[in-house]
């Protein structure tokens, strides 16, 4: 990144023909039945963009199944942009439940386009995609399916074909461990080619962005070219470390190491390990009066662990992530913080429930 290339530069535009075909290959897809859009922004920018981009302006009703905080924000997505949307939601620490869709695409109602986060991080629950995509082509096989896989591709394994996913959006700066700047939208051609117009954004309109890309190799608009240098190398290195085997390996003993130790320490977790993935884990708030979060949070700031600011779950919890270039000794060595922490604010160990 500490380089200076023209997003106009030979250099650049096979940087980004790299990456386009890279992201394919690592999605397990045909080029000649997929195609990948990166998207300036974070990966709820390509969440919009696909929205955008795959309804039709007038009419189109969406169903967005959701289960925390990245769900509703589908929802909000929807809302803004005049889209009809409907929603089925479960309890924040629970998984999707198959059966449940099934009776809410049984309805009167015909949607145009199902959503649902395969990786909910306000909790960490991962959900079961596969079956609810298999459901919904068998309820309407012209029924758009989208899927929020921004914290979980690259880590965690989802055959896109198997769960007939037609759009499906993930970000540089997650399991891929690029820095943030872009985001890209996996999609079906067959799907893109009738969405010619649909768009209400000029920015996020999908179907000019890949046209242009596919004839140039170029971006419309200005592209984060720093940010693409810098995952075409990190795609290099999730070459070298062995794919989602290798780095589903590391984050899951990452992520074996923290539940072991927290638990050793007494807290609790909220998800039932059953639904829990290895992206990140929420933890309640002990019941000890000394325990303060932001307490918490600023004193392992100050020994140069970082987690996550603040809840986004109505239940009072905290959350620590896995990925990203973390090692079980960075594991071991945050056990020792927390430890280290709780003893001067004097909270009683094992924390109290």
């Known amino acids: 990144m500490l380089r200076d290339v023209g997003s106009r530069d030979k250099e650049f535009i096979e940087c980004v023909k790299f990456i386009r075909h890279k992201l394919i290959e690592i999605a397990g ?40 905080s990245y769900g509703k924000r589908m929802v909000k997505i929807c809302e803004s942009a005049g889209i009809e949307v409907h929603t089925q939601s479960f309890q924040e620490d629970c998984a999707v439940e198959p059966e449940v869709i099934e009776d809410a695409l ?10 649902i986060v395969h ?7 991962i959900n079961p995609v596969t079956e609810v995509g298999k459901i919904v082509k068998e309820n309407n096989p012209d029924t758009i399916f989208l899927v929020d896989a921004i914290s979980s591709f690259g880590a965690v394994r989802l055959d896109i ?4 996913i037609d759009i499906f959006v993930s970000s540089a700066n997650k399991c891929l461990q690029g820095v943030p700047g872009f985001a890209f939208v996996i999609a079906r051609n067959s799907v893109i080619a009738k969405c010619k117009g649909n768009s209400r954004s000029l920015a996020l309109d999908l179907y000019d962005q890949v046209t242009q890309l596919d004839k140039t190799n170029q971006f419309r608009f200005t592209p984060p070219t720093h940010s693409m240098l810098a995952f075409k190398r990190a795609l290099e290195e999730y070459e070298v470390e062995g794919r989602v085997e290798g780095r589903s390996k590391r ?11 927290m638990t050793r320490l007494g807290f609790q977790e909220l998800l039932d390990p059953k639904v829990a993935g290895y992206i990140i884990t929420s933890y309640k708030y002990p019941k000890d009066p000394k325990f303060n979060f932001q307490e918490f949070y600023n004193r392992l700031n100050e020994k140069d662990f970082v987690i996550y600011p603040g809840k986004v ?3 009072d919890c905290f959350r620590i992530g896995t990925i990203g270039d973390l090692h079980p000794q960075d594991m071991v060595d945050l056990l020792v913080a927390v430890e280290e922490v709780c003893r001067d604010m004097g909270i009683e160990l094992p924390v109290q429930y």
């Not at 997929?34 to 009419?59: I, N």
């Not at 049984?106 to 959503?115: E, F, H, I, S």
Request: proline residues 4%; hydrophobic residues 40%.
């Open 119 to 125: 990786s909910e991080t306000s909790s960490g629950v």
């Open 161 to 164: 074909e198997e769960a007939n």
């Open 29 to 68: 897809v045909s080029q000649d039945d997929f195609c990948c859009v990166p998207v300036q922004g974070s990966g709820t920018f390509a969440v919009d963009a696909a929205f955008q981009t795959a309804l039709p302006r007038e009419g189109a009703k969406v169903l967005v199944i959701e289960n925390g």
């Open 106 to 115: 049984g309805g009167p109602v015909v949607y145009d386009l199902v959503a």
């Open 251 to 261: 984050y899951a003993a990452n992520r074996d190491i923290l539940r072991e130790g």
């Open 313 to 315: 779950l109505d239940a």
